[in-house]
Antibody
Framework: QVQLQESGPGLVKPSQTLSLTCTVSGGSISSGGYYWSWIRQHPGKGLEWIGYIYYSGSTYYNPSLKSRVTISVDTSKNQFSLKLSSVTAADTAVYYC???????????WGQGTTVTVSS | DIQMTQSPSSVSASVGDRVTITCRASQGISSWLAWYQQKPGKAPKLLIYAASSLQSGVPSRFSGSGSGTDFTLTISSLQPEDFATYYCQQANSFPRTFGPGTKVDIK
């Protein structure tokens, strides 16, 4: 079955850009029918949806983060990526990549990766 | 954005108890609602989609109901592995938004 795995630095300095990649295995991003999403969870808090990308490259970002977020896709590597610029301590969170299926919810999650913003 | 609220924020229950969690949307979302279970240090797990459809592999003691703005998740007979935090999520529009969670712990 489809599995997702996040990768990237666990520590980012304030004002820098957070970069994460999600590798998809057991299925192809190019097959269509799904949105490929990023979701984060602040320590001890609830879930915040960051945005999605479709295999075609179309994106939608949470307006609360839109000015700082870029999500891209590399279908040749079966990966999609998140960039979040100008980070602050408030961006410290567990970041999940996820598959958003046609019922509008996430049926496959990555295991999550903790990103800490600190100098 | 559609705001999601949940009640209660936490509930203490015993094995075998029936547990009901409520989720409310700030505007009508038809049946576009999902429920997730999350255990500490783990990613959320999809339990219910489209308000009342049970995700494959999820035990039948979990059920969902509701439409419009008011929804419920019911665990008919709580099992030890069910102690966790439960989140609702609206799937009606972007940005997707989640409820704040309901923690189910041991009485």
């Amino acid at each position: 079955q489809v599995q997702l795995q996040e990768s990237g630095p666990g520590l980012v300095k304030p004002s820098q850009t957070l970069s994460l990649t999600c590798t998809v295995s057991g299925g192809s991003i190019s097959s269509g029918g799904y949105y490929w999403s990023w979701i984060r969870q602040h320590p001890g808090k609830g879930l915040e949806w960051i945005g999605y990308i479709y295999y075609s490259g179309s994106t939608y970002y949470n307006p609360s983060l839109k000015s700082r977020v870029t999500i891209s896709v590399d279908t040749s590597k079966n990966q999609f990526s998140l960039k979040l610029s100008s980070v602050t301590a408030a961006d410290t969170a567990v970041y999940y990549c996820a598959r958003d299926w046609p019922f509008g919810c996430v049926d496959v999650w990555g295991q999550g990766t903790t990103v800490t913003v600190s100098s | 954005d559609i705001q999601m609220t949940q009640s209660p924020s936490s509930v203490s229950a015993s094995v075998g108890d029936r547990v009901t969690i409520t989720c409310r949307a700030s505007q009508g979302i038809s049946s576009w609602l999902a429920w997730y279970q999350q255990k500490p240090g783990k990613a959320p797990k999809l339990l219910i989609y489209a308000a009342s459809s049970l995700q494959s592999g999820v035990p039948s003691r979990f059920s969902g109901s509701g439409s419009g703005t008011d929804f419920t998740l019911t665990i008919s007979s709580l099992q030890p592995e069910d102690f966790a935090t439960y989140y609702c999520q609206q799937a009606n529009s972007f940005p997707r938004t989640f409820g704040p969670g309901t923690k189910v712990d041991i009485k």
